[in-house]
Each structure stands twice: as C-alpha cells, then as structure tokens.
C-alpha cells in the first residue's frame, strides 16, 4: 500500500492522507513522492508550475504522468520540451515520464519528446463521449436552469475550470 498526497489551494478530498498548498510546502510534496500525477487545469496559477526547479526537487526514481494540461510545463512548446528534457536527463530525480496532454496538440511530429527514451506519449483520449450520454446531461441541465436549480458540471470562469 501507498498514501496519497494532493496539493490543491481549495478543494481536499476526503481520501487524501495529507494535502499540501500551492506554495513553499510543495519542496516536501515531490521530494515525497515516487509518483506525480497532474491533474491541474491551466489557469494564470498552473502555466509553468512544474518547471525545471520544482523537477528537480523529485524524488530519485520518480514517475511523472501528466493528463491535466500541456502548459503545466512552460508556455510554449519549446519551454514545456526543454523543461521535461531537463528533468529527465538529470541525474535523479525523474525517471520516467507518460505525457498525454502538449501544450501544443497534437504534439508536433518535430517534438523531441517522440523519440526520448524515458517519455511515453499517449494519445489525448480522456473517456469515451457517447452522444446519448451528452444529450440525457444537457436535457436535465436545460430543465435545472428553467426551475433555477443548480446545474451539474458547471465550469467556474473565475477559476479557469
């Protein structure tokens, strides 16, 4: 068995056995870690959260997944590219790396990342959408906003998610 661990600024969820902030704590979070997974959206916040410095506090041997957003990394493609190159090629710290978000998409076939040997690209597949599923959440959705009763699946604008 493992523990898991969430850094998040406002929402732990219950079977979380410690959470972490967005700031001066998250030194401790990678170093604790033998598996990253992010799942962060891409706010003003996130863009260029793990970046080369905050890599290189992982712990040796770790696996980085990343199926929130491609700008975790950098801002642009080469930023994201060097940032995870970097972090890689690094003695310790991260291992291995699955990607299955770019900040560009689909990842350009130029990417160096194709061909590094500790990347696994996946493709950018989240779940299967069946349009009956979309059509039945819509339809009690429509009917929430006509009775003014709150709504399933609302993106907050303020939060950028």
Same mark, same amino acid.
């Given at each position: 068995?493992?523990?898991?661990?969430?850094?998040?600024?406002?929402?732990?969820?219950?079977?979380?056995?410690?959470?972490?902030?967005?700031?001066?704590?998250?030194?401790?979070?990678?170093?604790?870690?033998?598996?990253?997974?992010?799942?962060?959206?891409?706010?003003?916040?996130?863009?260029?959260?793990?970046?080369?410095?905050?890599?290189?506090?992982?712990?040796?041997?770790?696996?980085?997944?990343?199926?929130?957003?491609?700008?975790?990394?950098?801002?642009? /493609?080469?930023? @994201?590219?060097?940032?995870?190159?970097? $972090?890689?090629?690094?003695? &310790?710290?991260?291992? *291995?790396? =699955?990607? +299955?978000?770019?900040?560009?998409?689909?990842?350009?076939?130029?990417?160096?990342?194709?061909?590094?040997?500790?990347?696994?690209?996946?493709?950018?597949?989240?779940?299967?959408?069946?349009?009956? /599923?979309?059509? @039945?959440?819509?339809?009690?959705?429509? $009917?929430?906003?006509?009775? &003014?009763?709150?709504? *399933?699946? =609302?993106? +907050?604008?303020?939060?950028?998610?």
């Amino acid at each position: 068995g493992g523990a898991m661990w969430d850094v998040s600024n406002d929402f732990t969820p219950k079977f979380v056995d410690k959470a972490f902030g967005m700031n001066s704590e998250i030194v401790n979070f990678f170093a604790g870690c033998d598996v990253v997974i992010n799942l962060l959206p891409s706010t003003r916040e996130t863009v260029g959260f793990l970046n080369k410095n905050t890599l290189r506090k992982c712990r040796d041997g770790c696996l980085l997944i990343n199926v929130g957003r491609g700008d975790i990394f950098g801002a642009t /493609d080469y930023e @994201a590219e060097e940032t995870i190159c970097a $972090a890689l090629d690094a003695p &310790g710290g991260v291992e *291995k790396c =699955v990607l +299955d978000v770019f900040t560009t998409e689909p990842l350009p076939q130029h990417s160096p990342l194709w061909a590094h040997p500790k990347v696994k690209v996946t493709p950018h597949v989240a779940a299967v959408t069946h349009v009956n /599923d979309v059509a @039945a959440v819509f339809k009690e959705n429509l $009917a929430s906003f006509r009775d &003014g009763r709150e709504m *399933k699946h =609302v993106v +907050d604008w303020d939060k950028g998610y």
